[in-house]
């Protein structure tokens, strides 16, 4: 039998995983990956050609994609269910966080978000747009989003 090529490894206090032999990073998810990162690391160990810096500065600069491994949908009252299949784990988010996916599925960009959030709460696209990146920052840096291409 041979050795895993790759060692990804937690750091439960700074609430990361990474992996020593390629650049991948990313934050864990309170409900999707803290207490499942078993599956988490498995998945690496299984996949390591998918291996993104989901903590790199750059990452939301080219557009962005939902991971093959993200399924999500409008739960039918406008928040997003969002799975992770690395894990097994599903959970919802906010209004914002579904017209985050809705907007970067049809799009690659956050645009449409941040009109349909400035609508819903009946402010300017300029003020919304602060709010829409910040959010999905943090789904890129939990790896519920990746680089377009």
Known sequence: ????????????????????DCHW????DED???????????????????????????GLADGLAVPDYIRWADDGFGF???GDERTGEAVR????????????T??????????????????SPTMARGDIVSIAAGL????LLRPAA
């Not at 990073?25 to 864990?28: D, I, N, Y």
């Not at 988010?93 to 970067?104: K, R």
């Not at 890129?140 to 790896?143: D, F, H, P, V």
């Open 1 to 20: 039998m041979t050795e895993d090529p790759h060692h990804p490894a937690v750091d439960t206090l700074a609430e990361t995983v990474s992996c020593p």
């Open 25 to 28: 990073r990313q934050k864990l």
């Open 32 to 58: 999707l990956h803290l207490f499942h990162h078993q599956g988490l690391l498995g998945w690496h160990r299984a996949n390591p050609e998918v291996a993104v810096d989901h903590l790199a500065p750059e």
């Open 80 to 82: 997003l269910a969002l």
């Open 93 to 104: 988010f906010n209004d914002e966080c579904l017209a985050i996916m809705t907007s970067v």
């Open 106 to 123: 049809a799009t690659g960009g956050l645009d449409h978000a941040v009109r349909t959030n400035a609508r819903r709460l009946d402010i």
């Open 140 to 143: 890129y840096r939990k790896g």
